[in-house]
């Protein structure tokens, strides 16, 4: 049946139409999934419960959703035109209702699952950090535990044992996943850390289990390709594939303002931006997410447009893959 005025809305400026990601056509069942076939499915995960400092990510998804005033017609660097090469959609929100987190995070795993399971790749927009939990046990567990390595960029390692007896808060979900099997401690890499946090005895744990790191002084030293470039053949050592996270606090706080636990001394966007680029050019990107963002502390959408960009870098960097005959 013809839609001329939703057709005249989604050709339309950005502002006007559907609040989906970059007006992406919306999907909401599995059935629809093997219908359409995408590529690609954006999913919000509106969950902030489990925030230790500023609430207010659970209204990230949707205010990234629409922090962009560009359509994504042609990306000047990659030189692709990513919409016209891959199938994107957007597949809604996992529905989180406030203060049941096992819910919230099964609502969360189990989205991602009808994605993971079809061999969409899943691109969530959180929610607090917590979201990564269910987020990538739902893709190891489509992939294969053991076959999926874990690029993590924050100021924060997020292996926390608990937060005041909390073990879904967003200061715990990466020690979460490495307990659980989900990704294997040597192939879980981050950058970007520093500041006070995590104390000397998490610190160990962590290096009780393998993991590497690669604090923000070193990407200042070394340089941002040179470590990125390690950080990928540590994250491969073994796996097949990556899971990719981003807490945009991993920006200096200039660039990302509206974040729970901002952290001075980041990440530029740019750098970060060519990073994300980098890595899903390089590796068989399987999945990623951007967390963090709370929009009530933003100012002129800084901080939504930043993680927007993130997931859109992604996305054109897969369709540079496809085009060239390769796997998105």
């Known amino acids: 049946m013809p839609k001329p005025n939703l057709d005249a809305q989604v050709d ?4 006007l139409g559907p609040a989906t990601f970059m007006k992406t056509p919306a999907l909401s069942e599995p059935g629809e999934l093997d219908d359409v076939r995408p590529d690609i499915a954006i999913i919000g995960a509106p969950w902030d419960d489990g925030t230790t400092y500023r609430p207010g990510a659970r209204f990230a998804p949707r205010a990234v959703r629409v922090a962009n005033y ?3 017609s042609w990306h000047l660097d990659l030189e692709v035109a990513p919409f016209e090469v891959l199938k994107v959609i957007d597949y809604g929100d996992a529905v989180c209702y406030p203060g049941l987190a096992d819910q919230a995070h099964e609502a969360i795993r189990a989205r991602v699952s009808e994605l993971a399971s079809r061999k969409i790749v899943p691109m969530v927009i959180g929610g607090d950090h917590s ?7 739902a893709v190891a567990d489509a992939y294969g535990r053991g076959k999926v390595g874990m690029v993590h960029f924050d100021a924060h ?3 926390g044992r608990d937060a005041w007896g909390n073990l879904a808060s967003h200061s715990t979900p990466m020690r979460r996943l490495i307990d659980s099997g989900a990704i294997p401690g040597r192939n879980f890499v981050q950058i970007g850390l520093r500041g006070y946090w995590p104390e000397r005895e998490t610190f160990e744990w962590m290096r009780a289990q393998g993991m590497r790191w690669h604090r923000m002084a070193e990407l200042l030293d070394r340089g941002v390709e040179t470590v990125i470039g390690q950080a990928i053949q540590e994250a491969l050592d073994g796996p097949e594939f ?3 996270s981003i807490d945009i606090d991993v920006l200096d706080p200039g660039f990302a303002p509206a974040t729970g636990t901002p952290e001075p001394g980041g990440m530029q966007p740019a750098d970060l931006l060519r990073a994300v680029r980098n ?4 590796t068989r990107l399987v999945a990623m997410d951007v967390v963090e963002v709370s929009p009530p502390y933003d100012h002129a959408e800084i901080t939504a447009q930043n993680a927007n960009r993130c997931i859109l870098d992604a996305i054109s960097a897969l ?3 496809k085009s060239r005959g390769g796997k998105p």
């Open 242 to 244: 990556i899971y990719l």
């Open 12 to 15: 339309g400026p950005q502002y």
């Open 131 to 137: 979201i990564t939990y269910p987020s990538a046990t």
């Open 70 to 72: 560009q359509p994504p």
């Open 279 to 282: 890595i899903a050019l390089r």
């Open 319 to 321: 369709a540079v893959k």
């Open 157 to 159: 390692a997020d292996t």
